[in-house]
């Protein structure tokens, strides 16, 4: 399919029914990935039928923050994705050794990235979230082509310095031809357990001033919370943990407007 990015990936014809979404940041550590699972097991409690393409190639961190280990299986020519938490999950570090890093090239991630579009079994599904590598790399592009249709989410923290980078990020759409569906703002107000009191760990306002600059929606703010952090080591989401706390009640709203 090197003619043609799109052949055999069935959610890029224009009459697919799964919404693909992907999730991009700027910078590496803003907690990127950390949305992409506890958006996705959102999605999949409110009933949706959820995969999870984890195209972080070099730092992926799906597998260990939803649990899940093991090694796809094929049948019928078709790689099976795992199961976690109700969501479908295929991620590169299902395929390596976990102890030796990935250091692939441009071309290896673009086939890699097809494979994981083209040669899974995904079924039916309403949304597949792909977690994207951090900046603006060869793996948004090469999805951008290969999906049209898709969606980008940024996710960015309320400091000034990661929402100019992120602005990269989401502006590199206007080349691919990719839509922004909204921002979320990670990292916003921590709440102290022990007094009350709010404090801007990483200052204020740089979910709604990278929304405004894209021209498109803050889709929430998701509050520092060590149970979230917790949760992503533990292979146990935030939203399933401690579904009623305000970081997971931001994920769920955003789980319904996307
Ligand atoms: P990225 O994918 O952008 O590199 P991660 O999702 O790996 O970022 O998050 C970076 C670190 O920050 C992880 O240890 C994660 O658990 C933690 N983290 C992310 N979001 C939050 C949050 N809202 N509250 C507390 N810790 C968080």
């Not at 649990?67 to 019928?76: I, L, N, R, T």
Request: glycine share 12%; hydrophobic share 45%.
């Amino acid at each position: 399919g090197a003619a043609n990015p799109q052949m055999d990936i069935a959610f890029a014809s224009a009459d697919s029914p799964t919404k693909v979404i992907a999730v991009a940041s700027g910078k590496g550590g803003v907690g990127k990935s950390s949305v992409t699972v506890n958006l996705a097991v959102a999605l999949a409690q409110q009933g949706h039928s959820v995969g999870v393409l984890d195209a972080d190639i070099w730092g992926y961190s799906i597998p260990r923050m939803l649990g899940v280990s093991g090694k796809p299986v094929a049948f019928e020519g078709m790689v099976m994705p795992l199961q976690a938490h109700g969501c479908k999950v295929i991620s590169i570090g299902f395929f390596t050794d976990p102890d030796r890093s990935v250091i692939w090239r441009g071309p290896m991630l673009h086939r890699a990235l097809q494979q994981f579009l083209g040669d899974v079994h995904w079924g039916e599904l309403d949304f597949l979230l792909c977690d994207l590598p951090p900046g603006t790399g060869d793996i948004a592009i090469s999805l951008a082509q290969m999906l049209p249709n898709a969606d980008m989410v940024v996710v960015t923290t309320p400091q000034q310095a990661a929402q100019k980078v992120a602005l990269r990020a989401g502006k590199a759409t206007e080349q691919t031809g990719m839509k922004v569906a909204g921002v979320i703002e990670n990292m916003a107000t921590f709440t102290c357990p022990d007094c009350g009191s709010t404090h801007d760990v990483f200052g204020s306002g740089g979910g709604q001033e990278l929304a405004d600059a894209l021209d498109t929606d803050l889709l929430g703010r998701i509050p520092i919370d060590p149970r979230l952090r917790e949760g992503g080591d533990a292979g146990l989401p935030l939203v399933l943990s401690n579904p009623d706390v305000p970081a997971s009640i931001a994920v769920k709203q955003v789980a319904e407007q996307i």
